[in-house]
């Protein structure tokens, strides 16, 4: 099991900036899938973006040309650098790590076995 804390969560108003970081504690970080997922209230918890231990990465289709991932394998760290924020990006979002190393794919949400606690992220409009 691999833990993982996210951090950088906060107020920011419509059109700003926030970044995000997941600290994960496994030696495996680096085989990884590693993702971002994000839950409002009254909504299912959806998929925002992820980076494959290759380094291969995909987004949602609503966060794509404004939110970008990245990871520092040398640190076990995960970044999501969060740009031009809407009203409806307000969510808890959650880092989570796939369950199997070396993962040829992308991983469903359902392969992901590892969840950070969430940060809630509000955009003021």
């Known amino acids: 099991q691999v833990q993982l804390v996210e951090s950088g969560g906060g107020l920011v108003q419509a059109g700003g900036s926030l970044r995000l970081s997941c600290a994960a504690s496994?030696?495996?970080?680096?085989?990884?899938?590693m993702g971002w997922f994000r839950q409002a209230p009254g909504n299912e918890r959806e998929f925002v973006a992820a980076i494959k231990w290759s380094g291969g990465i995909t987004y949602g289709d609503s966060v794509k040309g404004r939110f970008t991932i990245s990871r520092d394998n040398a640190k076990n760290t995960v970044d999501l650098q969060m740009n031009s924020l809407k009203p409806e990006d307000t969510a808890v979002y959650y880092c989570?790590?796939?369950?199997?190393?070396?993962?040829?794919?992308?991983?469903?949400?359902?392969?992901?076995?590892?969840w950070g606690q969430g940060t809630q992220v509000t955009v003021s409009s």
């Open positions: 496994a030696r495996t970080f680096s085989s990884r899938t």
């Open positions: 989570a790590a796939d369950q199997r190393s070396w993962r040829a794919g992308v991983p469903r949400e359902i392969d992901y076995a590892s």
